[in-house]
């Protein structure tokens, strides 16, 4: 079908198509039923229709874990891949609080063009996709937002009166996911539009290099839970700080702010061995080289200068910026006498968390699986620059 035809979303949207949406939400489609219930309504309506309408539900029922609306919005299957999570999306708009027009530069279906509608600016999607096009703002009428729409190449888009823009460049293409890095357009690219309109937020992937970002940008990662999810940078008038690690889970939204740790490691916090309790920092936390800055805020030391965990002998508040484990057994790495010493303590499923040194953890884990009672976590780390072993179980 061809992507410039969007004749073929106006059908779905009109009565037939709305009908057919209706019914198959409602229905049973799992397994057999879906293909007796393809069979019938093939039998009523035309048969391209039935499989735009199928292949929507089923893209509406996936997009419920990324948006609240998801039954009422519009997507491809490579849109929904690419649109940022609602939460994400959400948080991001609100970075361009005080700007009026915003312009949202590779819109593609909108997940963040509708939340910067949403938070009340006045915005516009440019993007090459007349399909993405055509979703984004039916995504926008959707959230009860209006949009405007252009299709452009962004590198032609017109910016006059625009005074914050925003941009989430294409990280694949028809040959499949582009090399860490590149992005089209490219970043050098995105990062000039803060000279055009004053204001520019960039969407990137989680894996982006530090040495990219520009003196004075921000450089933000966010993770949903322990799953670290993307990156943002943030021009000048929009930064806060030199990096930050935002986290979102059930109770709300975290965000730690700061200067890196140096790459030298003399981090100004205090190193010393593990003791009864061990953060795992958030890896949004470790991305941003924030782990001395989570150190002090949870009064707690480094293992190794080098290593991004963090020990204390009292037992920590929990954060939401690390998992907190309770150490059982800490003492330099020794996979023959391991098994041994998890049958000693009782541990029957094992994960294995690794840093600082190589090995196979998923084979690890299976190996060390035992009977036990107990669901234990082995840190293969390192201390002092020794190999080190921890086994430690979540409190
Ligand atoms: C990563 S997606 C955007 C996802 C979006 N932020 C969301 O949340 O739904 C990238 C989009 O960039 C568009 N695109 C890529 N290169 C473009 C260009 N040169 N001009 C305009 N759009 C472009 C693609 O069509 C695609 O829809």
Redesign the pocket.
Known sequence: MDRDDTSRWDRLAGTDGTALLDRLAGADRSGDAALRLGTALRREYDAGLVADAMTLTELRDRASAKFTLAGRMWFTRD?LE???SEVL?RHRAARFAGRDRVA??????????VALAVAGHEVTG????PT?LWMAGRNATAHGAAVRTVR????DADLSGVDGVFV????RSAGGRMRTGDS??PLGWCLDLAGRTGAAGI?AAPGIDHGTVPPEWELEFLALGRELKESALWSPALAGARTRATVFDPAGTHTIAGDPDPADGDTGVAVGPPGAWLLDPNPAVTRAGLVSQLARRTATTRIDPRIAFLTTDDEPAPTPFARVLRVLDSRPWDQKRLPRLLRELDVGAVDVRRRGLAGDVEALARTLRGRGSRHATVVMTRVDDRPWGLVCVAP
């Open positions: 849109g690419q649109a940022s999306a949202d530069l590779c819109c593609g279906i909108g997940g963040d063009l440019v993007d090459l996709d993405h452009a190449d962004v590198r989430d460049p294409a990280r089209e357009p969407k």
